[in-house]
């Protein structure tokens, strides 16, 4: 353990830094004080305030109107970038101007955003979309299967994911690594650790996500095809207008920020569990039933809670807990946190697919912003659990492989690499 998070075990709660990449990637010592000791914490650097408890998170995500999503200036999710340094302005000012929709919007807006997408993302889409996504993760078992080990995040964590979200909103597979690179810009400026360096090529990246996908927002206007880019473009609910260029590119990110990392992460971390606890993985390995996949699927996802927090901004003086926040203040709404309190989900640090309120976790949030695409993605994690455990077994850490490790971000956890070894079938 770092000499960092040692300092958490037993520092004053007031020295604890919660931005810091070390609390940032293992934030489970920290989640445990704040439950207990600071279940509201300003965090005296950033003067965010931390919201942990479970009952408190719920409460902050069902009242939109108290803590709101629009944030004062923009931020990440708004489809382009923002910053004061004149070289990385000078081109972001090249691009499309940064709207509100969906996340980053409150009612009536979001509401108006969603409705674009929503059929996207109906039961019945997911229906047709169920047999590509099975022949997705079974071919990807079969590029690694005869090598008896893979890197899994790169090898399937990211890949299932990518590759469903290219093909709904209809992007060639032939440009999946650029769909990669640029998420990826999007996740480092959310991450709040890029240094200028990083932050330049993060503009230079968005700014060429953007003009990609205006001109396929074009190709589309001309000729409409059975995608999500044609329903952005061309649809107009309510005898509205159109989406504009900026709108569309400020769904487009959000849809395609929060379909592929939060996946991947859940769908990799859920390996390292598996393997870190025999006694879970041995009862789904006698058992891979859909039922029993559906409890590991659900109990990952509450230990992993990959969105783990999201920003939100008071409308009023508001009070929790006895600690008043101000009105106009930042606070986080915790949801990893919140998937860690005891009070909730009994010995929570511990990984335990029978636990009898597995559905009453927070990973994919509550309220108006409940996620878009949680149905999606259970299905995503169902089947490809499904088809690891029909293909292979004895899963186990690639011997003499470098001890995982989780990113610094401060809205998404996961893993940057997992190892794995295994037996095929
Ligand atoms: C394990 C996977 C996922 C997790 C843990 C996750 C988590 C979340 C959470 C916590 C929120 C609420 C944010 C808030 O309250 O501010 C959210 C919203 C959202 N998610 Fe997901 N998500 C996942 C997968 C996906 C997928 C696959 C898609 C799309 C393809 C998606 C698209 C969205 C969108 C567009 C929103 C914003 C909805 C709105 O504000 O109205 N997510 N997600």
Known sequence: MTSALEHARTCPISEIVPMSPEM????SIMNRRFHHEAPVFQ????????????????????????????????QAGTGSMVSDDPEIKAIIDQGYPGVSTMLTADPPVQRHYRKFVNSAFSPESLKVLEPFIDRVA??????????????????????????????????PLSDLSLLRKWTNAFIGNLSQQLDRDGLLQAAKDVLEFQLYFVEKMEARRAQPEDDILSKLVNASIDGEQPLNDSECLSMLSQIMVAGNETTSAALTEGMQLLINNPDQYEMVRKDPSPEMIHCLVEEVLRYTSPSSNMFRRTTREVDINGVTIPENSVCFARFAAANQDDERFPDALKFDITR??????????????????????????????????????????????????????????????????????
Not at 24 to 27: A, D, R, S, V, Y
Not at 55 to 60: E, K, L
Not at 152 to 171: D, E, H, K, W
Request: charged letters at 20%; a negative charge.
């Open 24 to 27: 940032l990637k293992c934030p």
């Open 138 to 171: 079974n071919e990807l078992v079969d590029a690694f299967i005869d090598e008896g080990q893979c890197e899994f995040l790169s090898a399937f964590g990211v890949p299932l994911p990518l590759t469903v979200i290219a093909s709904q909103i209809g992007v």
């Open 43 to 74: 965090d005296p650097t950033s003067g965010i305030f931390f919201i942990s408890r479970y009952d408190d998170v719920v409460a902050m995500a069902m009242d939109h109107r108290t803590f709101s999503s629009v944030m004062p200036g923009g």
């Open 356 to 425: 009898d309120n597995l559905k009453d976790h927070v990973a994919f949030g509550k309220g108006v912003h409940h996620c878009l695409g949680a149905a999606w993605s259970r299905r995503e994690m169902n089947g490809g659990f499904k088809v690891i455990f029909e293909r292979m077994e004895n899963f186990r850490r690639t011997a003499g492989a470098a001890e995982p490790e989780f990113s610094a971000n401060a809205l998404l956890h996961g893993l940057t690499g997992f190892d794995l070894s295994f037996d095929k079938k």
